[in-house]
């Protein structure tokens, strides 16, 4: 229950704060990158959920990991954080900061993930299917995927749409084992 | 892959793809994995997730939804743990939770997501789209239980009857015979299978080793009732959330005989391990826990559970409306069906007033209470007939075992009131002696073999000769003998004028008399 109420609480009042300071952009930013990191690196997760190192020493490594200096603003933030022992939800309190400012200033995020880069006019194409739909601005992480063999995978706001190679191939083994009772190898 | 798949196979399915059955785009929702913890997953995003919807992972594993957090869902595992990782995507697929339930499955062990899992192959029937949870059917689509569901057990179907739609709880302590209770039951439905009206069996085992399922498996299977019967096991070493869903996916399978005007019968062996497999979820999803850390829903988890076994109205048009029917069994509805259900709870030392067993108790319509020291005593089963009660029963007993059983419990009790101050020692009066000497040779009468279940017929006709003292005479240890010598003369001289005639719902005068002489005849060889 906890890791559904604190992070909301934490989130809201960071947003207030950055808001206040004209700092939101910014430590948008920043938590965008910070959520990042600790949802892909699991020992920085479990370094903030080591309970023998100290608060400082945890803070230390985290600003090692992001490499950038915090925004004073933000590092007053975490200073609060982990003066509450509140660090094991700091992914939590990101992840729900991003919401909450894409969210008051209609911002629609998503990835565009492709075999081969794309060309600008290409990306312009798909994206502005995707404008037209959304009404507000669209926020697009670029990422190339040999795997995907050809076409493209566009996620926006939590729904994905899935017109790449690879995922046809593997509707295609989904009917086939569908039909054959077994997992093709 | 190439070896089983012809040609004109794949071009079927080719030209199956082009007519749009494989679609070249696909439209999904999709969240992150955030936190995975032994079963349990936290998911970002997916923000129009459903309660107890089916969410599916890239490496093609399952979950389901449990809690709906403002800013996360917590999702069940339906496999290993180990092959999730953080930062997996997951996406909806818009179904809840549900088992695909044939004929087909009859005679197979399952696992509670319906794949089999005896090594026989696959189900290959196309079935119907059964959800685990369902609402239970309304007080419109029910019926009283007026139907005996016949166990076999004379000291059950005398004393404790179960009616076809009961809820009758099978409790007591480890080793006191409370799934051979369950086990006898599904064999004794195979003369009803026999006589083509069956009652299906869905045997659920929750958190038993797998030998164990192995061998009732083959205890069934040499009674001939596998053919009538469907395992649904989640083992020991499944997950936590498996075993909690497993009672679930029986239902949802007893369910599909009973909203199709068949009857059935569910055993849920046993409950106190899925309160636990539950209490294990929960306490992992970080709900609050109550008494003995189960969490608060723990009476809502079961009573919603054992709602679902009914007797469903027999008028059709009645049935056809029947609340929170599933779309796939539209137009299949039939009127006058039923689900059984037996659920068993394990009790630490005889403790009846513990949290799970006081719950399951008041949920049911009577208890099997079973009792170590009258296990060891060698009196099996080793029902304790004083606190075993069936509330409903008593209207589905046929006429005859009424009208023989009616004093029997009643007459016991006396029995055991009278037998416990004959240990101050004395003299005894005669009727004290009497009383004493028949509650003796009906508590010997009511022992009975494992595995071998017995008629009605002949049960009522073995009981009368109990109840009216005609035993009076043969010694106690030639009461067993006395038993089978009566019922093969019954069997051999007066089958169709007493056996089939109690069968069929009757007894008179006349019938009474031939069990008469041949009691006394048969007593007097052994006096």
Redesign the interface.
Known sequence: ?????I??RYAGALYEFALGHGSDYEIYVQVGQLAGLL??E?SL?EMLGNPVLSAKIKKAFLQQAFSSPFHPDLDTFLDMVFLKRRETYL??IF??YT?IYRERNNIHFGKLITAVEVNAETEEKLLGVMSKQTHGTLEIEKIVDKELIGGFVL?VD??????SVA??LK??RK??SK????K?? | ?SD??KVS?VSD?LR??LEG??S?????????V??VSDGVV?I?????AEANELLEFENGMKAIVMNL????VGAVLLGPTNLIK??F?V?RTRRVASINVSEAMLGRVINPLGDPIDGKG?I?AAGIEMPLERKAPGVIFRQPVVEPLQTGLKAIDAMIPIGRGQRELIIGDRQTGKTSIAVDTIINQKENFDAGKPVYCIYVAIGQKGSTVASIVNTLKEHGALDYTIIVAANASDSAALQYFAPFAGAAIGEFFRDTGRHALVVYDDLSKQAVAYREVSLIL???SGREAYPGDIFYLHSRLLERAAKINNQQEVAEQMNDLPESLKGKVKGGGSLTALPVIETQAGDVSAYIPTNVISITDGQIFLDTDLFNQGNRPAINVGISVSRVGGNAQIKPMKKVAGTLKIDQAQYRELEAFTKFGGDMDPVTAMTINKGQKNTRLLVQSLHEPMPVEKQVAILYCGTKGLLANVPLDKVANFQSEFLMVLEHTHKADVLDVIKSGTINDELIAIIETVAGQVARKFA
Not at chain 1, 179 to 182: D, T
Not at chain 2, 24 to 32: L, Y
Not at chain 2, 44 to 48: M, P
Not at chain 2, 69 to 72: G, I, L, T
């Open positions: 229950m906890n890791a559904s109420f992070p909301v949802t892909n699991k997760r992914n939590f992840l729900r919401d996620e939590n729904v994905r749409w899935d017109a995922g046809q509707r295609v009917e086939f039909i054959y009772g077994k093709l190898s | 892959m089983n798949i196979e399915i199956m793809q059955v494989v070249g785009v696909q439209f999904d929702e999709v969240g992150t955030l936190q936290r970002y995003g997916l923000n129009k957090e403002e800013d996360n953080e930062g995507t996406k696959n290959d970080r709900r609050p």
